[in-house]
Every structure is written in structure tokens, then in C-alpha cells.
């Protein structure tokens, strides 16, 4: 990405965290940014927020990623001073309970499954094409210490990340002799709804997950992205796993007393 121009940015699951952080830091730096998430009003505000601190462009669209033929029709009708995208951020993505692998619900199955691994794909094949025929492009999959590791009621989404890390790999070959670049960004523990949505808005729950330690914040990760995304056109960031000072593996983390 040439950050002296207008370069158009995609980001999925833009409403909070990560991806809201991401589409900042891309505006910041001139990018033009298409904030696309399931839940419309929050995603507007959220696109308010960053259009107000940045003074850049914003194109808002709701879409759900497991949903195939949505989100090829949101792509489709995208306006043409907006369908040339430069950097797709696949950063739609969650973990749903902490049960054994073997008892998860069928919802948190889905959910898991359809959003991290399918939504991605839904999103890239609307996507990718054009990078190709423009031969111009570059592809940022949100992955995490859950692509590398598995963690004790963690074995579903651990397998989803997995395969996110499988399919940036892989998509990187599917892409080879182009000029499409392809990267994974994976970090471990980040203070998002990541985890009150995991536990489904139980805050008392989340809230011990970052206890007595200082967590990744999602700006931390918006700049890894941001870094990759702004190397030299001859270079290709394949991942860059990244954990906060106080995690050194999935399950090693050091509380403060
Ligand atoms: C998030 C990392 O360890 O909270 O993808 O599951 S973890």
C-alpha cells in the first residue's frame, strides 16, 4: 500500500476492537476505508468515531460474512470509485464458550466455523479476483496463538485458527507470480468484546481473562497490520504472531499479584 495516495481498505468486523482499530489506523494514513460488520448501528457509530478522528472517507456496509450470497451482493454494488480495494482485512472472526471439543453446541459450532473459516472465504473470493486482474493487492487475515497452539476448551476455535492459518498459507500459493500479497496477523490476548462475546456478555467472566496482566490492545495489532501493509512492494510479510510481555504461550500467562 502506497500510503501518500487514496488506497481503498476493506475491513470485516469493523464495528469494535481489532477491526475498528484497523480501520483508523489505515484512514490515518490517507487510506480510504470500507467498514463492513453484522451489527448496522454500532457499525455506523463506529464509522462516525473514525471518520471524525481522521477526516478520512468511510463507506459503511452491514453485511454477515457466513452469509455468501450477501456479502458477494454487497461487493457487487459496491460504487465504482470504491471497487478497486488494495488491503482486505479478514478480521471477522470470534470464539463462542469453552466447553470440550466433543460437547461444543451446534450454535457455537456453526457460529465458529461459518464466521472464522467460511466468512473469510466468502469475503476473499468476492475480493481476490480483482486484485488479481489489477494485479494489485494485498490480503490480511486476522489469525492468532490459536492458529499455532490448542488451549483447554479452546479445541474448536483453536481448529478454526488453525485453518486460518492453513488458508493464508495456502492462499499465498494461490497466488504466486502475482504481485498479491498475502499476510497473517496473530496475536494472542487482546482487550476486545473478544471475550464477552465468548462468554456471552458475562462481564465478570471476561473481565479474568485480562486480570492482573497487561493484555495486547487492538491498536497494538492495527499497526502490525499497518506495518505490513506498508513494506515494499517486493516484500511479503507472511505472519507476524505476536503476544503481549506478560503471555509466552497460550496458557502461560503472568498475573501481578
Ligand atoms: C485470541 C487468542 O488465546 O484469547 O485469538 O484465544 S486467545
Redesign the pocket.
Known amino acids: 500500500m502506497n500510503t501518500r495516495n487514496d488506497s481503498i481498505v476493506c475491513v470485516t468486523g469493523a464495528s469494535a476492537g481489532i477491526g475498528r482499530a484497523a480501520a483508523e489506523s489505515f484512514a490515518r494514513e490517507g487510506a480510504r476505508v470500507i467498514m463492513m460488520a453484522r451489527r448496522k448501528e454500532k457499525l455506523e457509530q463506529a464509522a462516525r468515531d473514525v471518520a471524525h478522528a481522521t477526516g478520512a472517507d468511510i463507506l459503511v456496509r452491514d453485511v454477515d460474512v457466513t452469509d455468501r450470497d450477501a456479502v458477494t451482493h454487497v461487493f457487487a454494488a459496491l460504487p465504482d470509485a470504491w471497487r478497486d480495494i488494495d488491503v482486505l482485512i479478514n478480521n471477522a ?1 470470534k ?1 463462542l464458550g469453552l466447553s470440550p471439543g466433543y460437547a461444543t453446541t451446534p450454535e457455537h459450532l456453526d457460529g465458529m466455523l461459518d464466521t472464522n473459516v467460511k466468512g473469510l472465504l466468502h469475503v476473499t473470493g468476492a475480493v481476490l479476483p480483482g486484485m488479481l486482474e489489477r494485479n494489485r493487492g494485498h490480503v490480511i487475515n486476522v489469525g ?3 492458529g499455532h497452539w490448542v ?1 483447554p476448551g ?1 479445541t474448536v ?2 481448529a478454526t ?1 488453525h485453518a486460518v492459518r492453513a488458508l493464508n498459507e495456502g492462499l499465498k500459493m494461490d497466488v504466486h507470480g502475482t504481485a498479491v500479497r498475502v499476510t497473517a496477523v496473530s ?4 482487550e476486545t468484546e ?2 464477552l462475546v465468548r462468554f456471552e456478555g458475562d462481564e465478570e467472566q471476561a473481565s479474568k ?1 485480562y486480570a492482573n496482566m497487561t493484555p495486547l490492545r487492538a491498536e497494538d495489532v492495527a499497526d502490525a497490520m499497518l506495518w505490513a501493509a506498508t513494506r515494499p512492494p517486493h516484500v511479503n510479510i507472511s505472519e507476524i504472531l505476536m503476544m503481549c510481555v506478560d503471555q509466552s504461550h ?1 496458557a502461560m500467562v503472568h498475573r501481578h499479584a
Not at 187 to 190: A, H, R, T
Open positions: 472472526g470464539a492468532s496463538t490459536a488451549y479452546g476455535y483453536c485458527k496475536p494472542g490476548l487482546v473478544f471475550s481473562v497460550a
